[in-house]
């Protein structure tokens, strides 16, 4: 008697499902955020960047006659109280920002990793370097690089070492916290236990796990160095007054603000911009880089 062989399953076919998107496209589509913020700040530097080609007008060119004009086609952004043209110097000054936000971030990370390094694997460095920390700390850090700069020279250099110094306790206590957690791992020890030198351990096994909380921390240090050079500049203390920044154009449209108000509307909306879109990229890469969610792609 011949054995009965069960019917051969049909595979269904695919009617109306769309293969599965690639890991890289759900992943910019679970990272709306960071995608937004890194078109934005793209943006931003390559109107910095393209400043001189893209520039409507030589941007130090007084022209008294076209004093306080509004936008029109000439002038995109009008002209300020002393006829420059405004849109050219908006452009040019996106340059400042940048600089100082990269500069400030990048100082502020690489000195705050080794003061809080030290702190957090020396044990008698400790307390010493935590109670200077805790010193700038108590001092707002508007007025510390206010004070900085009263007692040096106006320039681009001393902005980004005055909000620099400022800085650079909330990159040491951040680094230190994770210091404190990483040496009592598992790792950590059996590294020790083995012989490895602390300049080792340091570089294989605790740096690069702390690069993602690192990496978000100077995002958002740099959109504040951005806001505080944009102060400092309005208030009269950061760079030289003929240097094109957003701060100091609105400083000098504040007086004609009542029958100018583009002189400061411009600048003003670009430095929203710049800080949003530095800080969207700080939350997209704080939800991208952690654990718990990239799982979940």
């Known amino acids: 008697m011949s054995a009965v062989l069960p019917p051969t399953p049909t595979v ?22 960071l995608v937004l913020g ?63 936000g990269l500069s400030v971030a990048v100082l502020a990370s690489v000195l705050g990793v080794v003061l809080g390094l030290v702190a957090g694997f020396v044990r008698w460095a400790d307390g010493p370097i935590m109670r200077v920390m805790d010193g700038l700390m108590a001092i707002p850090g508007i007025l510390l690089a206010i004070a900085l700069m009263a007692v040096t020279r106006a320039s681009l250099t001393t902005v980004i070492v005055a909000i620099t110094v400022p800085e650079i306790p909330r990159v040491v206590r951040l680094v230190r916290s994770l210091a404190l957690t990483l040496r009592e791992q598992l790792f950590v020890e059996a590294a020790h236990a083995v012989g490895t030198r602390l300049p080792a351990i340091l570089s294989r096994h605790v740096l690069p796990n702390m690069i ?78 952690d654990p718990r969610l990239a799982r979940q792609l």
């Open 12 to 33: 269904p076919q695919d009617e109306g499902f769309a293969p599965a998107p690639p890991r890289r496209w759900r992943w910019l589509r679970k990272n709306p955020t």
């Open 38 to 100: 890194l078109v934005l700040l793209v943006l931003m530097a390559a109107l910095a960047l393209a400043a001189p080609w893209i520039a409507t007008a030589d941007p130090q060119e007084i022209d008294p006659s076209a004093r306080l004009q509004a936008p029109d086609a000439q002038h995109y952004f009008g002209t300020d109280a002393l006829g420059r043209d405004v849109f050219s110097r908006a452009v040019l000054g996106g340059r400042v920002s940048l600089i100082v």
């Open 212 to 289: 993602a909380p690192l990496v978000v921390q100077a995002t958002f240090v740099a959109a504040s160095a951005v806001l505080i050079e944009a102060s400092l500049s309005f208030l009269g203390v950061g760079v030289p007054a003929q240097t094109p920044s957003w701060g100091n154009m609105m400083a000098e449209g504040r007086n004609v603000v009542a029958v100018a108000f583009h002189i400061i509307l411009y600048p003003g909306l670009l430095l929203a911009a710049t800080v949003l879109a530095i800080n969207m990229v700080g939350d997209g890469l704080r939800d991208a880089l």
